[in-house]
């Protein structure tokens, strides 16, 4: 399969008049809630002559959300991906020039065929699939998101691990010339390479993702490039970009962010709005794009789906 | 008819300056500028004013003692009360555009989240200070007890970036930096009495205010 570069992609072809028109939305919801009259006057995108351009929908499938996707704008410049930076602007700002091809992904530990794999050997062949998943990130704040992508559960498959495996990890690159916080020397914000895990019944559960595309488009860089994991019902920094490594193990993966504060974030990780941050709350959440917030919900909406893998856990201990 | 001096022209210069990075903040609002979570922006922006404004406050004085230039104390009661309207105002933003005035989750906060607390202690401990600005005030306290009182800016600014500091998720470099920033000027007090006793000097006696025009 070839993989494009994000870069492919100019803005003038990803920023659409919809999502021009979206955000003047928010701004005039946010100038009326602000007691701002004028703002009609002040910003005269804000008149309803605008022509709303349609989004192109596609078809509806099985675990799709009908809420409003997010502009792609948004989705790719407001990114938590630290590797390239702290603030949410950085990603987009450092990752123009990042080389997501070629790219090789490792299959290690307790699988029938450990290697290193090209990423189009290791995904060719499986269908690509649409899914509007709600994002829910640790920091109180959604997006909405449509990616391409196909299931872990038929990557895993394939990948044939071995009986004793109880969990998959998985790794980011770790290449601090394309990074600049891989390479900070001071007051280091996580330790690198980043690190992700997954029971092996949540890896195989129907709703896991491995990402490959936004909006029907290559993934862009700031997004997690070239492939990332996609697990709606767990909070977004679950959700490990640019993987470079897949290992099936017996043992529990610590996380990158259970290591660095245990007593805050777990291995789980589930969205819970009943169990807060030690910090925040959790029971609800800032839609962007939205003035008002909105109530989270239990596993973020995906209860259905995943609520059996836990029935027998404390959600309070196992956060 | 009052005497001219450089003040009637540098209080009002300094008085716009402080009023740059808000104008700033609408700019960029009201351009699409900021981020797709505009809120949290306007939220971190405010906050971080606050404690930049608390760093140029209590600069004020070991600038002057350096170099002297008495009359600098004149625009520290702008500077700080600069400080108290962009905490008031990053306080706003949360009660209002956060938690759109839900007083119970608000109460709730304050007592569960320990960073909430600390910022809420810093507004407290400026809100008497904001208040007792005036001459009148200077008046009414006498310029001793005034003076002590207003010596509870340092455990605002402490609060401040305690508060900046419980907030921040990883990155801590930025909250260190105010701390370290906010020891160095508040060492830089303590040396300077250690100097003034062994000198045999009266605490402070020299930086009461004479005239309420200097404060």
């Not at chain 1, 043992?251 to 245990?262: D, E, L, R, Y």
Request: charge should be positive.
């Amino acid at each position: 399969m070839l993989v494009k570069r994000a870069s492919d992609i100019s803005s003038s072809e990803i920023t659409s008049e919809h999502t021009y028109h979206n955000r003047r939305e928010f701004i005039k919801t946010a100038s009326a809630a602000l007691g701002i009259a004028a703002a009609g006057t002040i910003i005269p995108a804000c008149a309803p002559s605008v022509g709303a351009a349609a989004e192109p929908q596609a078809k509806k499938g099985q675990y799709d959300t009908t809420e409003k996707p997010t502009p792609i704008e948004d989705i790719t410049t407001y990114n938590n991906y630290y590797e390239f930076g702290i603030d949410k602007s950085d990603p987009a700002r450092n990752s123009k020039n990042f080389k997501s091809k070629p790219w090789s992904v490792k299959v290690e530990g307790m699988v029938k065929k450990p290697a290193t794999y090209n990423l189009e050997d290791l995904i060719k062949g499986l269908a690509l699939e649409d899914r509007i998943y709600r994002m829910r990130c640790v920091e109180a704040w959604s997006m909405v998101i449509p990616w391409q992508g196909f299931p872990l559960a038929n990557l895993i498959g394939r990948l044939e691990p071995l009986p004793s495996a109880k969990y998959v990890e998985f790794k980011t690159l770790l290449d601090p010339a394309q990074y600049p916080e891989q390479s900070r020397k001071f007051f280091k914000v996580l330790d690198w390479p980043y690190i992700e895990g997954l029971r092996m019944d949540e890896a195989t559960n129907p709703l896991a993702l491995i990402a490959t595309g936004i909006y029907g488009k290559p993934l862009p860089n700031q997004d997690g490039a070239p492939l990332r994991l996609v697990t709606p019902w767990k909070y977004g920094f679950k959700g490990i970009k640019a993987i470079v490594s897949i290992r099936f193990t017996d043992k529990q993966p610590v996380n990158t962010w259970q290591q660095q504060a245990p007593q805050e974030y777990g291995f789980y990780a589930n969205v819970n709005p009943n169990v807060d941050h030690p910090r925040w709350s959790q029971a609800r959440e800032r839609r962007i794009g939205e003035f008002f917030k909105r109530p989270t919900l239990m596993f973020n909406g995906y209860a259905e789906q995943v609520a059996q893998m836990y029935s027998e856990m404390d959600l309070r201990k196992n956060y | 008819m009052p005497k001219f001096n450089r003040w009637s022209i540098l209080k009002p210069v300094v008085f716009l300056a402080c009023l740059g990075p808000l104008a700033w903040l609408a700019y960029a609002a009201l351009t699409d500028q900021l981020s797709a979570n505009p809120i949290k922006d306007i939220t971190e922006f405010t906050g971080i004013w606050t404690l930049r404004f608390f760093m140029i406050t209590l600069s004020v004085t070991p600038l002057r003692r350096m170099t002297g230039w008495n009359s600098v104390v004149r625009i520290r009661r702008m500077f700080g009360l600069f400080t108290f309207f962009h905490g008031f105002l990053h306080l706003m933003t949360y009660v209002w555009l956060d938690q759109f005035f839900m007083f119970s989750e608000i109460v709730k906060d304050i007592m569960k989240r320990p960073f909430i607390t600390a910022g809420m202690t810093a507004f407290t401990l400026m809100l008497p200070l904001a208040v007792t600005s005036t001459k009148k005030w200077i008046g009414r306290l006498g310029g001793k007890r005034w003076q002590l009182l207003h010596r509870l800016v340092y455990f605002g600014a402490a609060a401040g970036v305690v508060h900046y500091y419980w907030f921040e998720k990883s990155d801590i470099q930025r909250p260190v930096g105010y701390g370290a920033l906010l020891g160095v000027l508040l060492l830089f007090r303590a040396w300077h009495a250690v100097r003034n006793r062994e000198r045999g000097l009266k605490p402070a006696a020299a930086d009461l205010p004479k005239h309420a025009s200097q404060i």
